[in-house]
C-alpha cells in the first residue's frame, strides 16, 4: 500500500500508486503522444485521487507553455460587460494576443469559490497569464496569482499602492481638466456623478473634480456629488437626484459617457437645455459620446492601447518573470464638443 505524505501530493506519489515511473506521468500530464490509454487512464485515476497538482513552475522551466492567456472579470453583472468601455478594451486585447498567436480564455470569477477554482486552474499550467479587468479595492485575486508565480496584469488599479503590474488612464488629470473646462465657461454649481466609491477609477475622477473646483476658487458641496455604477441608467437616476436636491446647477460632470447619456436624458426630460442651461461633460469618448443630443464633451481614454498595452506588459513578463512589476498610466485628452 502507498504510504501518503502529511504534504502536497507529489510526481512520485503519483507515479507509485499509478505504478507507472516518473516519466510516464510526465508525459500523460503534457498531454503527450505514446502513451498506452489505459496507462493514461490508470494515471489520471491517480491523479485525481491524490488531488494532485502539476507545478506551473517546473513546466515552465521545461519550457512547456499552454499557448493561452486567461482574461478574467470579476464584476457580478453581466450586462456591465456590455458598456462601451469593456468591449472596446476586450476587443483590443483579443486582437493583441490574436497577432501574437496566443489564445484567448474568457473567464468570470465574482465569488471565493470561484476564486479559488481559478488558482487551482492556473497553477495546472493551463494557461501562462491572467489580464484582470474590473478588480474591485479588498479583492485578493491578483495577490493569489501572483502567488501561484502567474504572470499577471491589472486594467486600472486596486489602490495607490498597487504592487502588481497595471495599465491605468491618467483618471485625476483627465477628470480636473474635463471639470476645468466647465468652470473656464463660467459654470458656478457643479456637480458630479461618480462611479462606485470602492473603485479606485471612479475615487480618482473624483479627486480630479475636487482638484478643478479648487483651482477655479469654488468651493465644494457635498450634496453635488451622487455615485452611480457607470451605467447609463445609473446616470439618469443620479441626475434626476442632483436637480431635485440642487435646482440651480449649471453644469455636471460625468466619470463616464454611459452615465453622462443618462444625465442628458434626466436633463432633457427636466426640461433643461444642454448646454445653455446645463453643461455636460463626461469621460472616455466612447462612440455614442458623438451621436448624443447634443454632442458630448467627454474625456478620451485610450481604449486601444490600453488593451495592447496590458498584453505587451504580460508577454514581457511571460518571457521574463524576473523582471519588476509593471505600473504604466496613460494620457488622456479632453475632446469638446456641444455639450458644453
Not at 473603485?199 to 455615485?227: F, I, N, Q, W
Request: net charge neutral; charged share 25%; glycine share 10%.
Amino acid at each position: 500500500m502507498l504510504r501518503r505524505s502529511s504534504g502536497t501530493p507529489t510526481l512520485e506519489e503519483v507515479a507509485a500508486l499509478a505504478g507507472v515511473g516518473r516519466g510516464t506521468v510526465s508525459r500523460v500530464i503534457n498531454n503527450a503522444s505514446g502513451v498506452k490509454a489505459s496507462t493514461r487512464r490508470a494515471v489520471q485515476r491517480a491523479i485525481d485521487e491524490l488531488n494532485y497538482v502539476p507545478n506551473m513552475a517546473a513546466r515552465s522551466l521545461a519550457g512547456r507553455r499552454a499557448g493561452a492567456v486567461a482574461l478574467v472579470m470579476t464584476k457580478t453583472d453581466w450586462r456591465l460587460f456590455g458598456e462601451p468601455f469593456f468591449s472596446e478594451v476586450v476587443r483590443a486585447v483579443g486582437d493583441a494576443l490574436a497577432e501574437a498567436d496566443v489564445q484567448l480564455l474568457l473567464t468570470l470569477v465574482r465569488t471565493d469559490t470561484e476564486r479559488r477554482r481559478l488558482v487551482e486552474y492556473v497553477r495546472g499550467g493551463r494557461v501562462d497569464g491572467a489580464l484582470l479587468m474590473s478588480v474591485r479595492a479588498g479583492d485578493r485575486l491578483p495577490d493569489m496569482l501572483a502567488e501561484a508565480g502567474l504572470p499577471t496584469v491589472l486594467l486600472g488599479r486596486r489602490s495607490g499602492d498597487e504592487r502588481v503590474s497595471y495599465v491605468d488612464a491618467d483618471n485625476v488629470g483627465g477628470a480636473r481638466a474635463a471639470v476645468g473646462h466647465l468652470a473656464g465657461g463660467g459654470r458656478k454649481v457643479i456637480a458630479a456623478i461618480t462611479g462606485p466609491s470602492e473603485m479606485y477609477v471612479a475615487r480618482c475622477r473624483l479627486l480630479g473634480y475636487r482638484k478643478a473646483l479648487e483651482d477655479a476658487g469654488l468651493g465644494e458641496v457635498s450634496s453635488l456629488v451622487a455615485e452611480g455604477d457607470f451605467t447609463e441608467a445609473s446616470g439618469r437616476r443620479a441626475m434626476a437626484g442632483l436637480i431635485e436636491r440642487h435646482p440651480e446647477i449649471d453644469a455636471v460632470f460625468a466619470a463616464s459617457d454611459s452615465m453622462a447619456a443618462g444625465a442628458l436624458a434626466a436633463l432633457h426630460a427636466a426640461g433643461r437645455r444642454v448646454p445653455q442651461d446645463v453643461a455636460v461633460a463626461g469621460f472616455d469618448d466612447f462612440e455614442l459620446a458623438g451621436q448624443t443630443e447634443p454632442p458630448l464633451t467627454t474625456v478620451r481614454q485610450p481604449l486601444e492601447e490600453i488593451g495592447r498595452t496590458m498584453v505587451r506588459l504580460l508577454l514581457e513578463e511571460m518571457d521574463r518573470p524576473e523582471v519588476a512589476w509593471r505600473h504604466v498610466i496613460l494620457r488622456t485628452r479632453l475632446v469638446v464638443r456641444e455639450s458644453s
